[in-house]
Structures are given as structure tokens and as C-alpha cells.
T-cell receptor
């Protein structure tokens, strides 16, 4: 069964800390991996990763994919209280010879940044 | 752009009633997705459409759930009859071409079935 596992489930840090969120996956077919941030509303897109070893960066956030070891990490440096959210990882899996895709979400990591 | 629009934002209904959730995707996007989110099961993809055609509905939990997309600017998700275990937040999202591209989520409909 295809699955996406995120760790830790929750994390409490202080402002200024650096955090690393993990996402591992076991899927039959892989197309891409997506990271989302969800605050008290809808998820917002952060990154899409398709190739191993190429870091995607946006401000204090960065992410990288390892397709050999089947995981991705999301790093947040110099955390701020506004980074408090649930961070979701999702894997896009081609289906039916690539004609359709499935999207499998992990359960998320709840990050709380304390002042 | 107004983003993805969903209505209603909150719905409280009694078990057995029909519920219809509505979504207007971002203009120009040709893929639309319905998700359900609960504490127990997290975020689940129910169904998605490309160019108004349902591509994969394997995430739809059972026959009580149905979704339509009669045109490029409107979709509905219907639950009939509703049950308490259907209580969740239902998100609609849209993207330009396909599941692997950035999806823009609507604000969600919080459904409570008593």
C-alpha cells in the first residue's frame, strides 16, 4: 500500500531556532513531492520537488528530495511565530500508465514556534 | 483574482439530509480537486477533474458521495444521505493542468452532521 509518513508529528521550538521536518514515502510509482503549509485555514503551496539533490529555496524555507532513500526534508531557519502551522507533505503517483495521478498526503507535522 | 471560492463556509445539518457543497475554481485553471480533512484521517483526495471530466474518483468514500462539474467555472460535491461520520472540512482546489502542479485551495466548508 502506498504511504507517506511525516515526522515528527509535532514540534515545539523557540523563535530563532532551525527546524527540520521529515517526509518519507513508499509508493509504487513516483512523479513528484509537494510541501504545503496549513495554518487555521486552507493549505498553501510551498514547494514541488521532482529531482534528487536539487534544493528548492524560498526565503528561510528550503527543501530537498532524495529519490534513492525515498525521503524529503523541509528546513526552516531562524523560525518566527508566524511559521507555526501544520506542514503537509504529499506525493504524486502516476496511475494507469501515467494517464492519471494519485496524490497521497502525509498526516502532517504540527510546528509551534514560541516567542 | 478572487481565488477559489467555496460555499457555504459552514454547514450544520441532521443525519439523513442531503448536503451540497459548491466550488468555483480560479479562472483559467482546468483541474479541480475535492478533498476532505479530518483529525483522524488527515487530508484525503476524493475526486479530481481535468477539463470538467472526472479523472479519478477512487477516493470517494461510498455511493452516498457524488461530484459534478457541469462547466469550467463550477463544481458540486453532494452527500446524500449525510451521516455524522461525514463531518469534516471539505476543500476544493484548482490548478493549471494536473495533479502534480501547484494547487490553490479554497477556504473550505466545515460540515457538521448531527
Amino acid at each position: 500500500e502506498d504511504k507517506v509518513v511525516q515526522s515528527p508529528l509535532s514540534l515545539v521550538v523557540h523563535e530563532g531556532d532551525t527546524v527540520t521536518l521529515n517526509c518519507s514515502y513508499e509508493v509504487t510509482n513516483f512523479r513528484s513531492l509537494l510541501w504545503y503549509k496549513q495554518e487555521k485555514k486552507a493549505p498553501t503551496f510551498l514547494f514541488m520537488l521532482t529531482s534528487s539533490g536539487i534544493e528548492k529555496k524560498s526565503g528561510r524555507l528550503s527543501s530537498i528530495l532524495d529519490k534513492k532513500e525515498l525521503f524529503s526534508i523541509l528546513n526552516i531557519t531562524a523560525t518566527q511565530t508566524g511559521d507555526s502551522a501544520v506542514y503537509l507533505c504529499a506525493v504524486v503517483c502516476p496511475n494507469y500508465g501515467g494517464a492519471t495521478n494519485k496524490l497521497i498526503f502525509g498526516t502532517g507535522t504540527l510546528l509551534a514556534v514560541q516567542p | 483574482d478572487a481565488g477559489v471560492i467555496q460555499s457555504p463556509r459552514h454547514e450544520v445539518t441532521e443525519m439523513g439530509q442531503e448536503v451540497t457543497l459548491r466550488c468555483k475554481p480560479i479562472s483559467g485553471h482546468n483541474s479541480l480537486f475535492w478533498y476532505r480533512q479530518t483529525m483522524m484521517r488527515g487530508l484525503e483526495l476524493l475526486i479530481y477533474f481535468n477539463n470538467n471530466v472526472p479523472i479519478d474518483d477512487s477516493g470517494m468514500p461510498e455511493d452516498r458521495f457524488s461530484a459534478k462539474m457541469p462547466n469550467a467555472s463550477f463544481s458540486t460535491l453532494k452527500i446524500q444521505p449525510s451521516e455524522p461520520r461525514d463531518s469534516a472540512v471539505y476543500f476544493c482546489a484548482s490548478s493549471f493542468t494536473g495533479l502534480g502542479n501547484e494547487q490553490f485551495f479554497g477556504p473550505g466548508t466545515r460540515l457538521t452532521v448531527l
